[in-house]
């Protein structure tokens, strides 16, 4: 069930403290500082933007005309996310208020394991749909340090016209002795790009990338001593112990201010200001055609260390705070990089960058539409690859572009390019030599054609991530661009234990009838390879702690039969992500012995298994360096020999932008072509039935006709046949675009090779073909008992290439079918118990 919101949750355990400094209101002054409760009737208002935002309904924001922040409500399940927890009484968001940025983890006042909850004052908590509004506004929280010992108090205050929050502590000594406390404020600021640093009392994080700076600057402590105590020296805290000595009946009060700027030259002439430092210097950059460089990174460093860095503004300025002799380099991903030294005295310093081209693209689909298309960028010569944004961005991220509509104008360093043009396995690619030359524009026009024809399947992507998962910082809506881009038709929205979803990013984009999707999550728990489960659909709560969803449970076991139950026993597909198979199905305790495994409670639950990288199965029982890991999809075949019905699946996991999506997918019988028509209930029927076939690439066909001594009758993978005469007719078809081949196919018979059923192009030259369609053959043979029959294809002397990025470039291009059961006396499909030479798994010794 989704959380109460905070004024229902304090009504049963504690009460809320709004401390305002003058009069309070209950209509909004424009120059007051304001305090609101986030609920349905102010969250359109009053919460945040930006990437990283983690406000909920209940949660505390305070804000004025420059700032806004938020504090999360004090309650024991309050996370920010999977890996940002216990943040009660933190600060989880703030941003400037004109340009809502959002970036921050959390500020956790005395760390992170402090257990802040509220006290109540006088007025009492208001209806938390009532804004308060004043000079300033204040909420203070409290938390038990030692039980009967030392108690803590925290303060958030914003002024009107203030440019900073105020956060003050104090630690109160409860007890009759002296009382010496070690705490340390935590910060939580994820990001690929962030700089770490500290500038006299400021502490400052950059996130360059996402245009955030935070700063923290901490004021002496002070302690209170009880009327006619003077103070002792050995109550003094230990030089950078982070230790305080409370005397008996009084206190130690810490104090800081917390700034927030979109780049960490702003944040230190915000803080400098209260310090009356002003001395600056001005950087000007332009390019050699004397143009002004807008959002160039500047950074200045003294002695190799950074001490202040920014971006132009749109006159290609930078003001920045004083460092005579430092080192100055500029750099813009349009541009060159430059380093000089800054001179003494100097009030302004022109930088000259070499004069950027530009690309202007127009893709379009065979008819000569718009379409979404992926456009890679590879430096040829003495050019190097482009580097546009890092991996956790959008549109522009490393060397590419993901375009929704084919169509973008985009600044790039000159040189000589070679540019791949691509939207995924069933469409050619185009490859084009571009030359940009300084203030020019180059063309790139290109036209995709689908070759590749998938009748009655659609591709999907099962697992997929982005920043509301906690464990990393890439923009969802960059995950969104590379499902579309990467030619995903169907992908559930899966973020780690949040409920969340892609609609929001589609209809921004108009792409609605490109992509299907529901809401989904990844609950997740330790360990890895047994504990994390994906489930699709599930019910959005907007706004409330997790979206609503199932927490996270140690035991496996528990943890999938809760996430079965969840919604009222509603109808969803629920997948084990990246298993150990031998831990979770034959290992339980993780002891290396057989047991029973989590088989009892948690088989029949899971209706699919992940089982990449799909061409493991050509490998032997045990991979890695020291034979120690075990082989998913080997393990696969020997549950299925068991009578473990479980369809596999092949997922990304991606999570971040750069070739994050696309080079694994399955393909899923639908009665649809149009992701616009595809109906989740559709997906979960097929993919519980096994209706699959998995892949990096290839588009492999298989079906099977037999004759259940009546009629002939025909299925696909995940299909139940009967073959009274023990024959089975089996058609196979490969078909790749223009950049992927294969050269081999093999049909598996109850987890085991056939000889006989091997072709390959060299030993079978007129088996395979040089087109898009590779191998198109209709196989006749006999089975001696039930069987499932499984059919392989890889391109053994062939690899993924460039398309797919330089991780998986070296794959193999392979496609691997679900089963097809066979029962030839028609009483039911009878399973062979063949381990196929090798015992069943264990947990392995690398899995942790």
């Known amino acids: 069930m989704p959380h109460r919101p905070l004024g229902q949750a304090l009504a049963c355990c504690c009460a809320l403290a709004f ?6 209101q209950e209509t909004r002054s424009l120059s007051a500082a304001e305090l609101a409760v986030l609920t349905p009737a102010t969250w359109q208002e009053f919460a945040p933007a930006g990437k990283e935002v983690d406000a909920i309904y209940g949660d505390l924001v305070l804000r004025n005309d420059r700032l806004v922040a938020v504090v999360a409500q004090p309650l024991p399940t309050r996370n920010a996310n999977m890996t940002v927890k216990n943040v009660g009484g933190c600060l989880i968001d703030f941003s400037a208020r004109d340009k809502q940025n959002d970036q921050l983890g959390a500020f956790f006042p005395l760390g992170k394991a402090v257990n802040w909850r509220t006290v109540h004052t006088t007025p009492e908590f208001p209806n938390p749909e009532v804004r308060t509004s004043a000079k300033s506004v204040s909420v203070k929280f409290t938390a038990v340090l030692k039980e009967n010992e030392v108690s803590a108090e925290t303060t958030y205050t914003l002024a009107d016209d203030a440019d900073f929050l105020l956060v003050e502590t104090r630690l109160l000594n409860t007890s009759e002795k002296l009382q010496k406390v070690t705490a340390k404020d935590e910060t939580r600021t994820d990001g690929t790009g962030y700089l770490k640093g500290s500038t006299g009392k400021l502490t400052w994080f950059y996130e360059r990338w996402w245009n955030a700076a935070y700063g923290i600057v901490d004021a002496e402590h002070t302690t209170q001593y009880p009327a006619g105590v003077k103070a002792v020296a050995d109550l003094d805290p230990k030089p950078g112990a982070n230790e305080y000595a409370v005397p008996v009946e009084g206190s130690v009060a810490l104090t800081r201010r917390l700034y927030v700027a979109d780049d960490l030259r702003k944040l230190q002439v915000l803080a400098a200001a209260k310090s009356g430092d002003s001395a600056e210097t001005t950087i000007a950059v332009k390019d050699s055609l004397n143009k002004s460089v807008a959002d160039a990174f500047v950074e200045v460093s003294v002695d190799k260390k950074l001490v202040t860095a920014g971006k132009t503004d749109a006159r290609g300025m930078i003001t920045l705070p004083r460092a005579d002799g430092g080192e100055l380099t500029v750099s813009s991903p349009a541009h060159q990089a430059k380093t000089l030294t800054l001179e003494k005295g100097a009030l302004t310093t022109v930088v000259t960058l070499p004069a950027a081209g530009t690309v202007g693209a127009t893709i379009t689909n065979a008819d000569e539409g718009p379409t979404p298309c992926k456009v890679q960028f590879r430096g040829t010569g003495d050019t190097k690859d482009p580097f546009f944004f890092d991996k956790s961005g959008e549109h522009a991220v490393g060397n590419l572009y993901y375009a929704h509509d084919g169509k973008f104008t985009l600044a790039i360093p000159p040189g000589n390019y070679d540019c791949t043009v691509s939207y995924g396995p069933e469409y050619d690619i185009v490859e084009q030599k571009l030359t940009v030359d300084s203030g020019s524009q180059a063309t790139l026009t290109a036209k995709l054609v689908r070759s590749v024809q998938t009748p009655g399947f659609v591709s999907a992507d099962f697992h997929s991530h982005s920043s509301p998962s906690g464990d990393n910082v890439s923009s969802q809506f960059g995950r969104v661009l590379n499902l579309l881009c990467e030619h995903v038709e169907y992908a559930p929205c899966t973020e780690h234990n949040r409920l969340s979803t892609y609609t929001p990013h589609l209809k921004r984009l108009g ?68 298993p150990d198979i ?51 999809i080997f393990n696969w075949l020997q549950l299925l020999n068991q009578g473990h019905r479980i369809p596999g699946v092949v997922n990304t996991d991606a999570h971040y932008n750069i070739h994050g999506s696309g080079w694994l997918r399955i393909y899923f019988e639908s009665p649809t072509d149009d992701p616009a028509k595809i109906k989740t209930d559709d997906v979960v029927h097929a993919a519980e039935h096994g209706h699959i076939v998995m892949t990096n690439g290839p588009y ?95 391109g053994d002397a062939h690899a993924l290439g460039h398309v797919m990025g330089p991780e998986h470039a070296k794959d193999k291009p392979c496609a691997v079918s679900n089963p097809i059961y066979i029962d030839l006396d028609g009483k039911g499909f ?7 030479g090798a015992p069943l798994p264990v947990k392995a010794k690398g899995s942790k």
């Open 19 to 24: 401390v305002a400094s003058g009069f309070l």
């Open 511 to 578: 792409v609605e009838h490109l992509l299907g999707t529901c809401v989904g999550m990844e609950l997740t728990s330790a360990p890895l390879p047994t504990s994390h489960f994906n489930a699709f659909p599930l019910k959005l709560h907007e706004h409330h702690q997790d979206g609503g969803g199932p927490v996270a449970d140690p035991n496996p076991e528990l943890q999938v039969a809760h996430l079965a139950m969840w919604d009222d026993r509603s109808a969803k597909l629920i997948q084990q992500n990246h």
């Open 582 to 632: 031998g831990w979770l199905f034959y290992d339980k305790d993780g002891d290396g012995k057989p047991d029973a495994g989590f088989f009892t409670n948690a088989l029949p639950h899971i209706d699919v298994v992940e089982v990449h990288p799909p061409h493991e199965i050509f490998r032997e029982p045990l991979l890695g360096k020291d034979k120690t890991e075990n082989n998913t």
């Open 700 to 794: 492999l066909e298989v079906r099977a006709t037999t004759n259940d001594g009546k009629q002939e009758t025909s299925d696909g993978p995940g299909g139940d046949l009967v073959a009274a005469d023990r024959k089975v007719k089996l058609k196979i078809r490969v078909q790749c675009p223009n950049w992927l081949d294969v050269d081999r196919v093999q049909v598996f018979v109850n987890g085991r090779p056939l000889p006989k059923l091997n072709f390959t192009r060299k030993d079978n030259p007129d088996a395979f073909q040089d087109g898009v369609l590779k191998f198109d053959r209709e196989l006749d043979f006999e089975l001696e008992a039930d069987a499932h029959i499984i059919v392989a294809t890889i």
């Open 830 to 836: 009878t399973p062979n118990k063949d381990t196929l």
